[in-house]
Protein backbone atom coordinates (compact mmCIF):
# COMPACT_ATOMS: atom_id res chain seq x y z
CA UNK A 1 0.00 0.00 0.00
CA UNK A 2 0.96 3.41 -0.72
CA UNK A 3 4.32 4.06 -2.17
CA UNK A 4 5.74 0.21 -1.09
CA UNK A 5 6.13 -0.51 -4.04
CA UNK A 6 7.11 2.93 -5.67
CA UNK A 7 10.18 2.45 -3.42
CA UNK A 8 10.58 -1.61 -4.69
CA UNK A 9 10.96 -0.06 -7.85
CA UNK A 10 13.32 2.76 -7.32
CA UNK A 11 15.34 0.15 -5.23
CA UNK A 12 15.26 -2.35 -8.03
CA UNK A 13 16.13 0.02 -10.77
CA UNK A 14 19.29 1.79 -9.09
CA UNK A 15 20.78 -1.88 -8.39
CA UNK A 16 19.90 -2.64 -12.25
CA UNK A 17 17.07 -4.91 -11.53
CA UNK A 18 13.76 -4.74 -12.38
CA UNK A 19 10.48 -5.79 -11.09
CA UNK A 20 7.23 -7.62 -12.70
CA UNK A 21 3.38 -7.55 -11.28
CA UNK A 22 1.28 -9.95 -12.56
CA UNK A 23 -2.17 -9.72 -10.93
CA UNK A 24 -5.50 -11.56 -11.58
CA UNK A 25 -8.87 -10.97 -10.11
CA UNK A 26 -9.81 -13.84 -7.62
CA UNK A 27 -6.85 -15.28 -8.44
CA UNK A 28 -3.93 -13.17 -6.47
CA UNK A 29 -0.64 -11.38 -7.32
CA UNK A 30 2.52 -12.45 -8.17
CA UNK A 31 5.50 -10.15 -8.05
CA UNK A 32 9.02 -11.41 -9.55
CA UNK A 33 12.27 -9.70 -8.54
CA UNK A 34 15.17 -9.43 -11.00
CA UNK A 35 18.68 -8.43 -9.74
CA UNK A 36 22.04 -8.94 -12.15
CA UNK A 37 23.93 -12.12 -11.43
CA UNK A 38 26.99 -10.82 -8.37
CA UNK A 39 30.26 -12.15 -9.52
CA UNK A 40 32.45 -14.02 -7.33
CA UNK A 41 36.28 -13.22 -6.87
CA UNK A 42 37.73 -14.49 -10.27
CA UNK A 43 34.86 -12.91 -12.07
CA UNK A 44 32.85 -16.22 -11.86
CA UNK A 45 29.52 -15.96 -11.29
CA UNK A 46 27.84 -17.07 -8.12
CA UNK A 47 25.52 -19.17 -9.56
CA UNK A 48 24.38 -20.39 -12.82
CA UNK A 49 21.34 -21.36 -15.02
CA UNK A 50 20.77 -24.53 -16.45
CA UNK A 51 20.43 -23.69 -20.32
CA UNK A 52 17.17 -24.52 -22.14
CA UNK A 53 17.62 -26.58 -25.43
CA UNK A 54 21.94 -26.36 -25.26
CA UNK A 55 21.45 -22.89 -24.86
CA UNK A 56 18.99 -22.08 -27.60
CA UNK A 57 19.01 -18.28 -29.15
CA UNK A 58 15.75 -16.18 -28.87
CA UNK A 59 15.12 -12.98 -31.06
CA UNK A 60 12.77 -10.94 -29.22
CA UNK A 61 11.12 -8.13 -30.95
CA UNK A 62 9.38 -5.69 -28.67
CA UNK A 63 9.11 -1.62 -29.07
CA UNK A 64 8.78 -0.99 -25.64
CA UNK A 65 12.48 -0.55 -24.19
CA UNK A 66 10.95 -1.55 -20.58
CA UNK A 67 9.42 -4.69 -21.88
CA UNK A 68 12.28 -5.72 -23.89
CA UNK A 69 14.51 -5.15 -21.14
CA UNK A 70 12.43 -7.28 -18.76
CA UNK A 71 11.43 -9.76 -21.30
CA UNK A 72 15.24 -10.48 -22.07
CA UNK A 73 16.24 -10.88 -18.29
CA UNK A 74 13.76 -13.65 -17.91
CA UNK A 75 14.36 -15.50 -20.94
CA UNK A 76 17.75 -15.35 -20.07
CA UNK A 77 16.97 -16.55 -16.88
CA UNK A 78 15.17 -19.57 -18.78
CA UNK A 79 18.59 -19.86 -20.47
CA UNK A 80 17.99 -18.49 -24.13
CA UNK A 81 20.99 -16.30 -25.42
CA UNK A 82 18.69 -13.15 -25.92
CA UNK A 83 18.85 -11.04 -29.71
CA UNK A 84 16.61 -7.79 -29.28
CA UNK A 85 14.91 -5.68 -31.47
CA UNK A 86 13.05 -2.66 -30.94
CA UNK A 87 11.79 -2.59 -34.67
CA UNK A 88 11.81 -4.39 -38.18
CA UNK A 89 14.85 -2.89 -39.19
CA UNK A 90 17.12 -4.23 -36.58
CA UNK A 91 15.32 -7.51 -36.45
CA UNK A 92 15.72 -8.72 -39.84
CA UNK A 93 19.40 -7.64 -39.73
CA UNK A 94 19.85 -9.67 -36.75
CA UNK A 95 18.09 -12.81 -38.60
CA UNK A 96 20.38 -12.12 -41.70
CA UNK A 97 23.41 -12.33 -39.41
CA UNK A 98 22.17 -15.70 -38.16
CA UNK A 99 21.03 -16.87 -41.07
CA UNK A 100 24.29 -16.26 -43.29
CA UNK A 101 25.99 -18.63 -40.56
CA UNK A 102 25.22 -22.52 -41.06
CA UNK A 103 26.65 -23.13 -38.35
CA UNK A 104 24.51 -21.43 -35.86
CA UNK A 105 21.11 -22.72 -34.56
CA UNK A 106 18.33 -20.97 -36.34
CA UNK A 107 16.74 -18.62 -32.64
CA UNK A 108 13.29 -18.49 -31.91
CA UNK A 109 11.32 -15.50 -32.55
CA UNK A 110 8.97 -13.87 -30.24
CA UNK A 111 7.03 -10.46 -32.04
CA UNK A 112 5.16 -8.50 -30.39
CA UNK A 113 2.17 -7.61 -32.44
CA UNK A 114 1.66 -4.24 -31.58
CA UNK A 115 1.79 -2.05 -34.10
CA UNK A 116 3.14 1.47 -32.63
CA UNK A 117 5.89 1.90 -35.01
CA UNK A 118 3.68 1.76 -37.63
CA UNK A 119 5.52 -1.71 -39.10
CA UNK A 120 2.49 -4.68 -39.43
CA UNK A 121 3.79 -7.83 -37.34
CA UNK A 122 2.01 -9.62 -40.38
CA UNK A 123 4.46 -7.83 -42.55
CA UNK A 124 7.46 -7.97 -40.57
CA UNK A 125 6.27 -11.54 -40.04
CA UNK A 126 6.24 -12.27 -44.01
CA UNK A 127 9.97 -11.06 -44.32
CA UNK A 128 11.59 -12.96 -41.64
CA UNK A 129 10.02 -15.90 -43.43
CA UNK A 130 11.59 -14.86 -46.91
CA UNK A 131 15.04 -14.36 -44.86
CA UNK A 132 14.01 -18.65 -43.64
CA UNK A 133 10.83 -20.04 -44.48
CA UNK A 134 11.72 -22.69 -41.69
CA UNK A 135 12.06 -19.62 -39.04
CA UNK A 136 9.59 -20.43 -35.94
CA UNK A 137 7.90 -16.93 -35.22
CA UNK A 138 5.60 -16.34 -31.66
CA UNK A 139 2.98 -14.05 -32.00
CA UNK A 140 2.70 -11.78 -28.88
CA UNK A 141 0.03 -9.13 -27.93
CA UNK A 142 -1.87 -8.07 -25.09
CA UNK A 143 -5.24 -8.33 -26.58
CA UNK A 144 -6.51 -11.88 -26.86
CA UNK A 145 -8.83 -10.67 -29.51
CA UNK A 146 -6.29 -10.07 -31.94
CA UNK A 147 -7.22 -12.26 -34.85
CA UNK A 148 -3.85 -13.34 -35.08
CA UNK A 149 -4.15 -13.80 -31.11
CA UNK A 150 -7.27 -16.04 -31.87
CA UNK A 151 -5.57 -18.06 -35.03
CA UNK A 152 -2.18 -17.80 -35.80
CA UNK A 153 -1.01 -20.01 -37.94
CA UNK A 154 -2.54 -18.92 -41.26
CA UNK A 155 -0.90 -15.49 -40.69
CA UNK A 156 2.68 -17.57 -40.78
CA UNK A 157 2.95 -17.62 -36.41
CA UNK A 158 3.47 -20.69 -34.87
CA UNK A 159 2.25 -20.35 -31.64
CA UNK A 160 1.10 -16.97 -28.91
CA UNK A 161 1.99 -15.70 -25.77
CA UNK A 162 -0.07 -13.46 -23.80
CA UNK A 163 0.81 -10.38 -22.40
CA UNK A 164 1.20 -9.92 -19.08
CA UNK A 165 3.40 -13.05 -19.22
CA UNK A 166 4.68 -14.75 -16.52
CA UNK A 167 8.40 -16.59 -16.43
CA UNK A 168 5.92 -20.31 -16.06
CA UNK A 169 4.08 -19.15 -19.55
CA UNK A 170 7.53 -17.97 -21.27
CA UNK A 171 8.75 -21.33 -20.35
CA UNK A 172 5.68 -23.39 -21.20
CA UNK A 173 5.61 -21.64 -25.07
CA UNK A 174 8.62 -21.57 -25.87
CA UNK A 175 9.32 -24.74 -25.02
CA UNK A 176 5.98 -26.92 -26.73
CA UNK A 177 7.60 -24.69 -29.47
CA UNK A 178 11.29 -26.27 -29.44
CA UNK A 179 10.11 -29.67 -28.95
CA UNK A 180 7.36 -29.33 -31.68
Partial sequence: MGLGLTVVYATLRNHGGHV??????????TVSFF????AAEGGQPLFT???VDGGRSLLLIEPDDQLR???????EYLGFFVLKAANRETAIEQLQR???????PRPLVILD????????????????????PEQRIIAMSGSILDPVMMDCRPYGFVNTLAKPYSMDSLRHITGKVINS
Fill in 69 to 75: QIGAIML
Fill in 98 to 104: LAGNPAL
Fill in 49 to 51: NKK
Fill in 113 to 132: LSDSLGESAVETCRLLHEID
Fill in 35 to 38: LPVA
Fill in 20 to 29: VVNSQPAAGT
